[in-house]
């Protein structure tokens, strides 16, 4: 069974920096479209960045340039560098990836970006 656990979040000034990480117990081939969601308070979940085909990625227009998604095979895991943060970034990020036909979702990290 394929877990994932994301940690990195906390609280950062406007302009500043954090990398997220998330962990992929289990086989880290077995699961595949691995990416980054958050979710702010009264809004829908949203895609932040992901790994579509092979190596390929896809972000979100808002975090394009900032952002940058990553991940390392023999760890088994999965970052998400995220500069000249804003206070609009300000959500709970969680992984999330697709293995077999289930969608697999870490229990999410809170990143708030202070003014």
């Known amino acids: 069974q394929v877990q994932l656990v994301e940690s990195g979040g906390g609280l950062v000034q406007a302009g500043g920096s954090l990398r997220l990480s998330c962990a992929i117990s289990?086989?880290?081939?077995?699961?595949?479209?691995i990416g980054w969601y958050r979710q702010a308070p009264g809004k829908q979940r949203e895609l932040v960045a992901s790994?579509?085909?092979?190596?390929?990625?896809n972000y979100a227009t808002s975090v394009k340039g900032r952002f940058t998604i990553s991940r390392d095979n023999a760890k088994n895991m999965v970052y998400l560098q995220m500069n000249s943060l804003k206070p609009e970034d300000t959500a709970v990020y969680y992984c999330?990836?697709?293995?077999?036909?289930?969608?697999?979702w870490g229990q999410g990290t809170q990143v708030t970006v202070s003014s």
């Open positions: 790994f579509t085909t092979g190596s390929n990625t």
């Open positions: 289990g086989s880290f081939l077995s699961i595949n479209n």
């Open positions: 999330r990836g697709i293995s077999g036909s289930w969608y697999i």
